[in-house]
DNA sequence: TATAGCGGCTAAAACGTTTCATCTAGCCGA
DNA sequence: TCGGCTAGATGAAACGTTTTAGCCGCTATA
């Protein structure tokens, strides 16, 4: 059964084209007789609005893209929502593109998007550099809001989290406990988090003064086995060289240094106490609940929406935003040991 | 800049608009020089295809959509991956929608995408029951295949795994084990995943007859939380009724019970051996690597989307199917650990 | 030499909306 | 009685494609 147009509902009603689209965009304007008798044949002939028709006349779509690194990634997941809140609040409806951190990928799915004219793209690229992709999509009038990525370029908003401070605050925290020898795993540092929380630590030290050492263990990865083999690591040292806590860069390396330990048969936090970056699912539920800073992750998304929506409804007038969130530490079991200064 | 049209290429290349089409879309259909001054045409004038003009003309759009309960969800993110790949080597593209677990939100994403026109939708829905939008999409000829609900409706596709078979597999390596005493953790038994898997294992233990025995622990939920409680109340038992073997309606409570008991002194698996469900990334992670029982989930998504994508081609001659997949069992140092039969 | 066939192209119709300039009928005030 | 006004409804144009029927000029065939 071809789905009814809405000339066919017209003439079931007995009246125009015209009337109907009012009943349908400003059923304020049309009698409430007339009115009931179109949405009586809409019901009856199940008449459901042809969305192409009305963007092609609309010019535009009502629809908003983000297009993520990687859809399992939890970080995504819950910028996704964030966002989707935003988005669907305002009628529009949020569809999730994943780039898989192929540019390939990404090239693709922007140019269906610019095909489907869409309202706007949040993003965050797969590459750092120039981006002529998006760019383009400026130039087209598509809004474009950088997601945890490059903030202050010119021509577009952008959301991000302070990595940077995030180290500090871990950092701090560690100092304040009483720790001297501090260690910060992660790595490879060519990724911008990886250093950003690197430097905030080193910059926390660097201002308390004092005697404190920070020793740097760099990984390939941000997994679960690359912290055991870091811990593996820490172990060889002797026990009066081996740092007091360990500062990482996610929560994953934090968890497979809390095992490695545990297993060795050092205690948390007596023995080693540990701070993870992303507070994931897990940090609260490991062994020894896992202290960590977490980020704003949803907020991120739903300022990024708002933005975006912002820019989309005027932008004459509308000014490019660059935000930039604060992580907040999160203090459980594996750091919540003051260290009895013995030196 | 508004958007050049297929009439303006058409100008500037001092052809008809007709032919301009063909270069898009038949390209083999027209001579190479005008091909090519076609195509200098779009280049210099930055043409891009509107999409919703195309899609008005062929009556449908080439995106396909999936509701998920959960974008947040491992299990649904690697469906949405497998169906990405499928969706998108037949050049269309597949939107991801979140309905929540609210059928509220599930039923606005419908309407949505149903003036949209999609090609087809993946969904796993919301209510178990009678479901109406979906009836309703079908009647538009928009074909709808379920994600791991309610196999066997006539009028759709569906992909599911077995979850009783899942059940099984884990029993039946236990029992290959040697263990007698064996407990079931999850809840609640609403959940129809967790009751097939206990249904799975009671029927393992039934059909090996022996003196083997089944306790059934209902928890709450299936978190972290409630595997830890769970635990603690298996040991409150004397020592020689405490099961030697617990298999967990997923790999969470798995966790929480490996935990809990690593925690009171018990070895894991001398003394008391785990399997979980799900194979989670953590589950290979955990202090002691978990057993669990995997489920195909992208192939799920993989097998969905093809099974969309025929229907979508041929309405007519369309076979509705119902494919159920195995799972697997993955065995982990959780459960590898033959018990003496002693007794 | 007439004709059929064909490659290459054109012109026009159609898809289903929204919007805008008009039209009509009814009412009020002059 | 007439002109002006308004609420309510109309009809046509426009959005940018794809598709289809048909045209033109050429070559191969009878």
Redesign the pocket.
């Known amino acids: 059964m071809?789905?009814?147009?809405?000339?066919e509902?017209?003439r079931h009603a007995?009246?125009?084209?015209?009337?109907?689209?009012?009943v349908?965009?400003?059923p304020?304007?049309?009698?409430?007789?007339?009115?009931q008798r179109v949405l009586d044949a809409i019901t009856t002939l199940g008449?459901?609005?042809?969305d192409?028709?009305?963007q092609?006349?609309?010019?535009h779509s009502r629809t908003v893209a983000i297009v993520v690194l990687d859809v399992a990634n939890p970080f995504f997941t819950d910028v996704v929502r964030g966002a989707e809140q935003v988005i669907e609040e305002a009628g529009a409806m949020l569809v999730v593109c994943n780039s898989g951190e192929d540019s390939a990928r990404e090239r693709r799915h922007l140019e269906l998007l610019e095909e489907q004219r869409v309202r706007g793209v949040l993003i965050t690229p797969v590459d750092h550099g120039p981006q002529p992709n998006l760019d383009k999509l400026i130039d087209r009038g598509i809004p474009v809001v950088l997601v945890d990525r490059g903030t202050g370029r010119v021509n577009r908003c952008s959301v991000a989290v302070d990595d940077v401070l995030g180290g500090r605050l871990a950092m701090d925290h560690l100092l304040d406990q009483g720790h001297h020898r501090i260690a910060y795993l992660g790595g490879p540092l060519s990724i911008a988090q990886v250093a950003d929380r690197h430097a905030g630590a080193a910059a926390a030290l660097e201002e308390r003064g004092g005697d404190a050492e920070l020793r740097v263990a760099v990984t390939t990865s941000l997994t679960v086995a690359a912290g055991r083999r870091a811990a593996e690591e820490l172990l060889t040292l002797p026990a009066r060289q081996r740092p007091t806590a360990v500062f990482c860069a996610n929560d994953l390396i934090a968890l497979g240094v809390l095992q490695e330990l545990t297993a060795r048969g050092l205690r948390v936090p007596a023995d080693v106490a540990i701070v993870g970056y992303d507070d994931i699912e897990f940090a609260d539920a490991a062994a020894v609940p896992l202290s960590s800073v977490r980020q704003p992750r949803d907020q991120l998304g739903r300022t990024a929406a708002q933005m975006l929506l912002e820019e989309a409804e005027s932008r004459d007038t509308h000014r490019h935003r660059h935000v930039v969130f604060q992580p907040e530490l999160v203090v459980r079991r594996s750091s919540d040991q003051p260290r009895r200064t013995r030196r």
């Open positions: 071809a789905t009814a147009n809405i000339k509902v017209a007995g009246v125009s084209l015209g009337t109907v689209s009012n349908l965009n400003r304020d304007m049309v009698a409430p007789a007339t009115r008449y459901v609005r042809n192409s028709a009305r092609l006349r609309a010019g």
